[in-house]
């Protein structure tokens, strides 16, 4: 072979290999995804494959690159997510453009598959978790966990935890009102007194303290929590109430302390401040942190709308409000939204509706770890009640309300950063 074609041939060759696929994009923009919250366990599921993974905050929605490869191809295919199959050349040409300080996007290494524990009851409950649906749907593992395994230090094995639709200070979710006579209610009752004697407590409102206390500890000590609905501030107010009684005869069988609203700790709850408790147990209410009742929005103009942060120097926010969009449909829980008086200086409200007075989406840190509350019981069920049929996922696959939840399954995963906000 003379000269010229041996190096026609190399030539040739290096076109080929600068060609060749190297990395899979999982975009995730408003009309570039099919299915955004299955993107979440494909990357996921890459992560548990020791597959390196990168999140591009604030490309294309908060896009994932993963290397190509056949079997994160046909994953991809299987469960119907979209994904674009770039060369090096272009990925190189993506990660150029995204570090660069004009833009605010940034590119986060995400380095293993998080362990995620559920809070959960084992009993069935006349209410649905909107993480469990999504954790399902998007088909990442868990372990439902409750007090016992708590209780006997199993949260050392994870690094995230959700908190189900719970009521940590006792008061069975403040459902006495008008579901005191249902045979669930009656059941739910007989249940929880039933767990706290078999543990070693007299009170129904000691154990669940000392479950809040092993989570608070699990926190402190460098682990993620992440709750919604009333898991959000009767965990804050079981924490302040430590050492008081704040819990009416019908709950606990004695009267509460007098003057106990005097006697509320802030500096140990999380995310809340000054507080007044509801103290009428026939009110479906824990306090004033709620808004549900002090809400002036009408179901068609509820929304509330996500922070933006600089990407580059404020990753951790960033990453916790990716999403095709900013403006979020509203939905309605026993805790819906946290009236922004009452939440403390040192908490960064990621999502609110500022002309309501209220926070939606609230993060903040407490010793090496970090937690975050979001209002609302279903974001694809504007007013769930009791009872109520589960959400059929399939039917929202580009939910943003559901995305959210989602940014905080993968967060642990990523490389640590310093917040700087």
């Not at 819906?336 to 609230?362: C, H, P, Q, W």
Request: charge should be negative.
């Amino acid at each position: 072979m003379c000269l010229r074609n041996i190096l026609y041939s190399i030539v040739l060759m290096l076109v080929s290999l600068s060609a060749k696929a190297a990395f899979i994009l999982l975009p995730m923009e408003a009309e570039g995804q099919q299915n955004h919250l299955k993107a979440y366990g494909i990357t996921y599921w890459a992560l548990d494959k020791q597959y390196k993974v990168s999140w591009l905050l604030n490309y294309r929605g908060g896009s994932f690159l993963l290397p190509d490869a056949s079997e994160i191809r046909k994953e991809c295919q299987i469960r119907g997510v979209t994904f674009e199959v770039l060369s090096d050349g272009q990925t190189n040409g993506i990660l150029e453009d995204i570090s660069s300080p004009s833009q605010n996007m940034e590119t986060v290494v995400l380095e293993k598959a998080p362990k995620i524990a559920v809070y959960t009851p084992k009993g069935k409950q006349p209410w649905d978790d909107a993480v469990t649906l999504v954790l399902t749907y998007a088909e990442i593992p868990f372990t439902a966990i409750y007090d016992e395994e708590v209780l006997s230090d199993a949260l050392l094995l994870y690094d995230w935890l959700h908190l189900h639709h719970e009521d940590f200070t006792g008061q069975y979710g403040k459902f006495f009102g008008a579901y005191r006579n249902a045979p669930w209610y009656i059941e739910q009752k007989r249940e929880a007194e039933a767990l706290a004697k078999k543990l070693g407590f007299s009170k129904v409102s000691q154990e669940k303290l000392a479950v809040a206390n092993k989570i608070r500890d699990f926190v402190i000590g460098g682990g993620f929590m992440f709750a919604m609905c009333s898991a959000t501030d009767s965990f804050d107010i079981a924490l302040a109430a430590e050492g008081v009684d704040i819990c009416e005869p019908m709950f606990d069988g004695d009267d509460s302390d007098a003057n106990y609203q005097s006697r509320i700790d802030y500096n140990k709850s999380f995310a809340f401040k000054d507080f007044i408790l509801e103290r009428n147990p026939m009110v479906y209410e824990f306090s004033d942190i709620d808004m549900s009742r002090k809400r002036k929005v009408l179901p068609d103009n509820d929304y509330f709308s996500l922070m933006e942060y600089s990407a580059k120097w404020d990753p951790i926010p960033s990453m916790l409000c990716q999403n095709h969009t900013q403006l979020i449909k509203g939905f309605m829980g026993q805790t819906t939204a946290f009236d922004s008086e009452r939440i403390k200086s040192s908490v960064l409200v990621m999502g609110e509706n500022k002309a309501n007075g209220e926070a939606r989406y609230i993060h903040g840190t407490r010793g090496k770890g970090m937690f975050t509350f979001y209002g609302g019981h279903d974001p694809e069920d504007y007013e769930h009640r009791v009872g109520d049929a589960p959400t059929v996922l399939d039917l929202h696959p580009n939910s943003p309300g559901y995305r959210l939840i989602l940014n905080n399954v993968l967060f642990p995963a990523a490389r640590k950063k310093k917040l700087k906000t």
